[in-house]
């Protein structure tokens, strides 16, 4: 017996799951199984992401943490894995490799410039800036900036492509020491990729 093909809004399921919505949301928003979502993603050439990806700035909280911290405790990798890991890492230079800040490298102008010598200390803010880094409002501005400048740094324009991932961080322009009521604006953010972002923080010079 032939079951009739279920219908779905293409265009509709491809742009809500391209600004983000999981696959599993939007089966229970159409009453589909995820399996029908996925196959009709796939027909119409819409790159599903990978697991990693659809993790991304996601936060778990600390009871789903304990669990996967005790499941992995006491875990042995075989020496296969251990292998593949080592292959895969094999010819990765370092980024600090052959620097240093005698050199007058401007990447390592902070190196040893902790707490009251870094030119941002602000009497210590830490506690506040980490807890504001794993609010929601946080990620979803974080989000936004990114969803903006299309997944691209604005310094180099470097953006993650098939088969090269580019790590990519939402900049505040004025930092959140100085000025923390601009930190859920959206003009206050820029997306930078992992070195760009490192460049303009060590372009800040250290407290003598």
């Not at 890492?89 to 401007?106: E, F, T, V």
Request: proline share 3%.
């Amino acid at each position: 017996m032939a079951y009739p093909k279920i219908t779905l809004p293409i265009r509709q399921l491809e742009a809500r799951y391209l600004s983000g919505e999981s696959v599993n949301s939007l089966a229970r928003s159409f009453g589909v199984s995820s399996y029908v979502v996925r196959t009709r993603l796939e027909e119409h050439g819409v790159r599903l992401r990978s697991l990693s990806e659809s993790l991304r700035g996601r936060v778990f909280s600390s009871e789903w943490k304990a669990k996967i911290s005790a499941g992995l405790r006491g875990r042995r990798l075989s020496a296969e894995s251990r292998a593949k890991i080592g292959a895969a890492n094999r010819g990765n230079i370092p980024w600090a490799r052959g620097r240093s800040k005698a050199s007058g490298d401007p990447m390592m102008a902070n190196i040893g410039c902790a707490g009251r010598k870094h030119w941002n200390w602000k009497g210590g803010v830490s506690d506040a800036k980490n807890r504001f880094r794993m609010s929601s409002a946080y990620l979803q501005w974080r989000r936004e900036i990114f969803i903006r400048d299309n997944w691209t740094c604005q310094d180099c324009n470097a953006r993650s492509t098939s088969g090269k991932r580019v790590w990519l961080n939402a900049h505040h322009l004025i930092s959140f020491a100085l000025r923390p009521d601009l930190a859920l604006e959206l003009s206050n953010g820029i997306t930078l990729c992992k070195m760009c972002h490192r460049r303009r923080h060590a372009a800040q010079p250290c407290n003598s």
